[in-house]
């Protein structure tokens, strides 16, 4: 099956401070997306990320607060910058699988990073 | 039974039972549409999906149903054991813009009682 691996895993940090947050894929996507899960919520899209051209950002999220870089077709990173406690959070790096072993159509995430904002 | 607050929905279920969770989707033009399940502390993982040309799709233990009409989706979960306690969310494709974004739905707790 697919594998997508997310790093840190977790982490708490402090009011001000960024963090910068890792997705590699095992196998060559198109496209790949940054959702974020609130505490007991739902999943909310971030942005898309393109290789080759910027991040493509949802009504709500900027790129001087989340800045995506997308380097290539297996690899990409999502920085929180400035982070406050407000941004305690899971954050979830996805992608649709195509060919070469994935199951097309089916969106696979990360375990997600969890990070905690004091 | 269900509660609905400021939390997530929780639905209740005997071992053994069958379980059957609702969704409501925001758009008629949604295309495709998946059921995701997420245990606690990891990332949600695909169960089943069904194109917006079906109506029905049945897989091992799931079913999903699809009423376009009323824009409602439904799965459900076939002799509920304990590994099946978890958080379930559907989610919608609504096509355009060539992104292959999906909606996700608020999600609904799964807590089987053994």
């Known amino acids: 099956s697919a594998v997508i691996s997310q790093k840190p895993s977790r982490d708490i940090c402090q009011r001000g401070t960024s963090l910068t947050i890792q997705c590699q894929v095992d196998s060559q996507v198109t496209m790949m997306f940054w959702y974020r899960q609130q505490p007991g919520q739902s999943l909310t899209l971030i942005a898309t990320a393109n290789q080759g051209s910027e991040a493509t950002y949802e009504s709500g999220f900027v790129i001087d607060k989340f800045p995506i870089s997308r380097p290539n077709l297996t690899f990409s990173t999502l920085t929180v910058s400035n982070m406050s406690p407000e941004d305690s959070s899971i954050y979830l790096c996805?992608?649709?699988?195509?060919?070469?072993?994935?199951?097309?159509?089916?969106?696979?995430f990360g375990e997600g990073s969890r990070l905690t904002v004091l | 039974g269900e509660s609905v607050g400021l939390h997530l929905p929780t639905l209740s279920v005997q071992e053994g039972d069958n379980s059957i969770i609702n969704c409501a989707y925001s758009n008629s033009a949604s295309d495709y549409f998946i059921w995701y399940k997420q245990e606690s502390g990891k990332g949600p993982q695909f169960i089943i999906d069904i194109r917006s040309n079906m109506d029905k799709r049945q897989g091992q233990r799931v079913t999903v149903l699809l009423n376009k009409t009323v824009k409602h989706l439904s799965l459900q979960i076939a002799a509920t054991q304990p590994g099946d306690s978890a958080v379930y969310f559907c989610?919608?494709?609504?096509?355009?813009?060539?992104?292959?974004?999906?909606?996700f739905g608020k999600g609904t707790k799964l807590s089987v009682i053994p």
């Open positions: 989610a919608e494709r609504i096509p355009g813009a060539g992104s292959y974004q999906l909606t």
């Open positions: 996805s992608a649709w699988g195509q060919g070469d072993g994935w199951n097309t159509g089916e969106l696979f």
